[in-house]
């Protein structure tokens, strides 16, 4: 029981959250709830305001209005420790990896757990090892990231965001610039992730492939009303959704 | 490219084209066309004949497209039906979507009045900017001082090896010749008086007080902190800096704190070292073309310096080291998110650096006068 209950836990709660650039607002009065084990989507055409709504979420951005909730604890009223504190429960996977350039594979895992754990080198060498060999980079690790391709970057920046173990995991366009094949198996990583570790995945993407295969929720974001069209699961959505515009980016404009 | 027209008995205005169209003989121009389609009487429609057609690319597009649209404002029907079935079909595509009105940027410049005030409150905003850098840096800094900073000591080496040990070719080159500089002019000056020997002082004194301190800073702005905020602009490029961020770590820590530290420690020794470089470069003038015997030459260096000459050196190059340092990081950090922004980044971290190191200069230099050192 104590288990169902924590199935339907609200991780992330977003609140009348309004993204604005000074007064150029990029969505507004958005609502939505992303539980405990979701593999929640943010979805909508490019330029509608989807990264930056996903800034707001990890803390990048400040939003105009509104607030995001982590276990009901309301981040933007947090002070800075406890700001760190909330961060530190999730990992970001960035559009481009982001992995610092400067430091190999295994330094860019091991930053993390040198920051905030108390772990011998020794240690640290081995929970690196295992983080690159989970995304599928074992023996990579004295590789610098501009000497490899881009999708091994992504993987890397994914073993990165995992170093902490974190419960949360953001995903910003994890199939972009990826061939399809290393774009379904980054899916089947994500979906093995959640299973596997219990973990609740967000993902930005305007990828409908990925968006059918692995989201059970979704929040569709629209960039001329500047707001959410609709919350739920995206196969739900492409079934009984009457509203022209979701229908028509999920069915790629074919009516 | 062949334009002809005529006008037939059903009130078809028709275009003949021939030969072969293609952008690397221009565009033609449809005015003349044109005229002759306005003329009255007006024709209902107007149609092509491309049968002599060899050729074409977006020069023939181009041309089509300004003649539809003229047709259309006139309200006169134009048949595609002649036109080859690539081209028909492009007309369609380029008109399927009409033209956005506001997409357009507007050109028209503000009232000088309005343009002033921009830039005016842009200065401020950038001043406040730069003031709460400064207020971070500085609080960074105590953390330091209470031992709960975290940047990686490996950075902090090597990033004391980059603008420590690899700047002593080009300091070198640059504070001998320097010294060498001076000693010539006030050899020139000198010699009318017989006083040739004071060349040592001129050199000696020169060198420590102020070119050793300003030359090394100068060199180091081009040098390091271009380099320091084309790093920063590009990790802000690439989401590296977010990536820190979201950890929790603070890039003012991480990644400014330690090139802080590393300038405003090595600057003091690089002058120290461009001091001896100058006085070395001096001193071979001296002994080359003044007929100066070299002990002579070290008697007469010695006596005119003291410790106080170079510590007043030292002090300006520490101060420059934290504007070089400062100037590269401001601007890294304030870096957009695009190549070119990291160029002008790189840029204006130079500028800031070499206006920042010769006002404090001046300002230092009367401190020193007022104060009898």
């Known amino acids: ?255 | 490219m062949d334009i002809s027209f005529s006008r037939e008995p059903d009130n078809t205005f028709l275009v003949r084209l021939g030969g072969n169209w293609n952008i690397a003989y221009g565009l033609p121009s449809a005015e003349q066309l044109q005229k002759q389609i306005g003329s009255t009487p007006a024709p209902e429609r107007v149609a092509f004949d491309t049968r002599e057609l060899r050729g074409w690319d977006s020069s023939l597009l181009t041309f089509l497209i300004k003649l539809t649209n003229f047709c259309s404002e006139k309200s006169i029907r134009v048949s595609n039906q002649g036109l080859p079935e690539g081209v028909a079909r492009l007309i369609d595509l380029a008109s399927a979507v009409p033209e956005k009105k506001d997409a357009r940027k507007k050109s028209s410049r503000a009232p000088v009045l309005a343009r002033v005030g921009e830039a005016t409150l842009e200065a401020v905003k950038s001043a406040g900017a730069m003031l709460s850098f400064i207020g971070e840096a500085f609080l960074a800094f105590i953390k330091l001082l209470r031992g709960k900073a975290r940047f990686r000591g490996s950075d902090l080496t090597w990033l004391i090896q980059e603008c420590g040990a690899q700047a002593l070719p080009i300091v070198s080159l640059v504070s001998f010749l320097v010294g060498l500089i001076l000693a010539f002019v006030g050899a020139m000056e000198l010699k009318l008086f017989g006083a040739q020997i004071y060349v040592a002082d001129l050199v000696g004194i020169g060198m420590a007080r102020e070119m050793g301190a300003m030359m090394t800073a100068i060199v180091m702005a081009g040098r390091t902190g271009a380099a320091f905020a084309a790093q920063l602009g590009t990790m802000e490029v690439n989401e590296e800096i977010d990536a820190l961020k979201t950890l929790g770590i603070s890039p003012m820590e991480f990644l400014v704190l330690p090139r802080m530290l590393a300038l405003v420690l090595m600057l003091p020794l690089l002058c120290l070292y461009a001091d001896f470089m100058g006085i070395l470069g001096g001193g071979i003038i001296g002994i080359g073309t003044l007929n100066l015997s070299p002990v002579e030459y070290f008697n007469e260096t010695v006596s005119a310096l003291n410790v106080m000459q170079f510590t007043t050196g030292l002090i300006k190059a520490g101060v420059f080291g934290v504007m070089v340092a400062f100037s590269g990081c401001l601007r890294g950090m304030q870096c957009g998110r695009s190549a070119s922004a990291v160029g002008e980044a790189a840029t204006s971290a130079v500028v800031t650096a070499i206006v920042s190191i010769i006002v404090s200069d001046a300002v230092l230099t009367v401190i020193y006068d007022r104060i009898g050192v």
């Open chain 1, 1 to 255: 029981m104590e288990n169902q209950a924590n199935k339907t836990k609200a991780r992330i709660e977003v609140r009348d959250l309004t993204m604005a650039y000074g007064s150029f607002v990029i969505q507004h009065d958005l609502n939505f709830t992303v539980k405990s084990g979701d593999i929640f989507i943010i979805m909508g055409g490019s330029g509608c305001g989807k990264s930056t709504l996903l800034r707001g979420l990890v803390g990048l951005k400040e939003p105009a209005k509104g607030q995001v909730f982590y276990d009901n604890v309301s981040f933007w009223d947090c002070d800075p420790a406890g700001q760190e504190a909330i961060m530190r429960r999730y990992g970001v996977l960035y559009q481009a990896g982001a992995l610092w350039s400067s430091m190999t594979l295994a330094e860019n895992v091991a930053l993390p757990l040198d920051e905030y754990t108390d772990l011998s080198p020794s240690q640290i060498n081995e929970l690196v090892s295992l983080k690159l060999s989970l995304v599928g980079l074992a023996g990579f690790e004295e590789f610098y990231p501009s000497e490899i391709s881009g999708g091994m970057v992504k993987r890397a920046g994914l073993a990165r965001a995992m170093a902490l173990d974190p419960d949360i995991l953001f995903f910003d366009e994890p199939s972009a610039g990826l061939d399809p094949i290393s774009a379904r198996r980054l899916d089947e990583l994500i979906l093995a992730l959640r299973d596997s570790l219990g973990a609740t995945i967000v993902v930005v993407t305007h990828e409908l492939a990925s968006i059918f295969a692995i989201g059970n929720n979704s929040v569709f974001l629209d960039a001329e009303t500047r707001t959410m069209l609709a919350v739920g699961d995206p196969k739900k959505l492409l079934a009984e959704s009457n509203d022209p515009r979701i229908r028509s980016f999920l069915t790629r404009g074919e009516k």
